[in-house]
C-alpha cells in the first residue's frame, strides 16, 4: 500500500534556528497536506499543496510540492517555543471518502 | 465553540470490558473519521463514513465497530477490550467534495488505557 516516509524523526534546535523536514513516497500524490500536533491535542491542518511545483507560505511556515508529485517538504524559519510539537505529512489514499495517510512524523522541539 | 469534540478524554478500563468513545462535530461536515494513534505516534485511519457509506480499514478488528445516530455523530464501540487497543483515539470530519481534497478537523483525542 501507499506510505510515506518522513524524516528526520525527531529534532532538537535553538530557539531562532531554521528548520527543514520532507517527505517522499514510493507513489504519486496528487495533495500533500502538513499538519502540526501539539502536545495532548488533535493535529491541525498547517498548509495544503495542489499542484506539482507549487510553493505555499503561512507565516514562518513554507512547503512545497516536489515536481515529481513524490515528495515535499517544510521549512520553519526563526523557530519559536510554540513550534514545539510533531509535524506530520498527510496526502489522500485516492477513495471517495478523502481517508488520510500520515507519515510518521517529526518531533520538533525548540530550546529557548 | 468547539468544532469536533470527543468524550471523554480519557478512559482507563480493564481487559476484556466494552467501551464507547463519543465524537461530535459541529461543522456540518458530510464525513467522519477515526484514526487510532499509538505510542509512537504513528496516525492511522480506522473507518471513515458518511451517510452513504461505511468503509472499514481491512487491519481494523471486528471488537471495533462505528455508530452514526445522525450526520453530525459518530461514536466508537470498542468490545472485548485488549491491552494492545490502548491507544489515542482521534475523531476528525470534513466536507468531501470530489476531485479536491477537503480539510479534515481534528477532535482533541481520547486517551485508552487498557489494564
Known amino acids: 500500500g501507499q506510505q510515506l516516509n518522513q524524516s528526520p524523526q525527531s529534532m532538537f534546535i535553538q530557539e531562532g534556528e531554521d528548520v527543514s523536514m520532507n517527505c517522499t513516497s514510493s507513489s504519486i500524490f496528487n495533495t500533500w497536506l502538513w499538519y502540526k500536533q501539539d502536545p495532548g491535542e488533535g493535529p491541525v491542518l498547517l498548509i495544503a499543496?495542489?499542484?506539482?511545483?507549487e510553493l505555499t507560505s503561512n507565516g514562518r511556515l513554507t512547503a512545497q510540492f516536489g515536481i515529481t508529485r513524490k515528495d515535499s517538504f517544510l521549512n520553519i524559519s526563526a523557530s519559536i517555543p510554540s513550534d514545539v510539537g510533531i509535524y506530520f505529512c498527510?496526502?489522500?489514499?485516492?477513495?471517495?471518502?478523502?481517508?488520510?495517510?500520515f507519515g510518521k512524523g517529526t518531533k520538533l522541539s525548540v530550546k529557548p | 465553540d468547539t468544532a469536533v469534540s470527543q468524550t471523554p478524554k480519557y478512559l482507563v478500563t480493564q481487559m476484556g470490558n466494552d467501551k464507547s468513545i463519543k465524537c461530535e462535530q459541529n461543522l456540518g461536515h458530510d464525513t467522519m473519521y477515526w484514526y487510532k494513534q499509538d505510542s509512537k505516534k504513528f496516525l492511522k485511519i480506522m473507518f471513515s463514513y458518511n451517510n452513504k457509506e461505511l468503509i472499514i480499514n481491512e487491519t481494523v478488528p471486528n471488537r471495533f465497530s462505528p455508530k452514526s445516530p445522525d450526520k453530525a455523530h459518530l461514536n466508537l464501540h470498542i468490545n472485548s477490550l485488549e491491552l494492545g487497543d490502548s491507544a489515542v483515539y482521534f475523531c476528525a470530519s470534513s466536507q468531501v467534495t470530489s476531485g479536491r481534497y477537503n480539510e479534515q478537523f481534528f477532535g482533541p483525542g481520547t486517551r485508552l488505557t487498557v489494564l
Open positions: 498527510a496526502g489522500p489514499d485516492g477513495g471517495s471518502q478523502g481517508n488520510l495517510i
Open positions: 499543496l495542489y499542484k506539482a511545483g
